[in-house]
């Protein structure tokens, strides 16, 4: 949890100034836009022929690579 005190003497905007800098520096800003929205859920189908998909590629590249092609994208 984060807490800031204003100091005695200190301006509004200066305190406002400090108080926004603190949260950036937090990483709850951050969080909070991460979490704004929710995904949608994927099924284990999908996630399974991606998986095989990007193996598939990484073996593909490692075969270029070995006989001394570069890859294209």
Do not use: C, D, H
């Not at 926004?20 to 859920?41: C, D, H, N, T, Y």
């Not at 998909?53 to 073996?59: E, G, L, S």
């Amino acid at each position: 949890m984060l807490e800031i005190r204003k100091k005695e003497g200190e301006s509004t905007g200066s305190f406002l100034y400090r108080f926004g800098k603190r949260v950036k520096q937090s990483g709850i800003l951050k969080e909070v836009k991460k979490r704004r929205f929710k995904g949608r859920a994927v099924n284990r189908r999908k996630v399974r022929l991606a998986a095989l998909y990007r193996q598939k590629k990484q073996q593909s590249i490692a075969r270029l690579k070995k006989y001394g092609f570069r890859p294209s994208k």
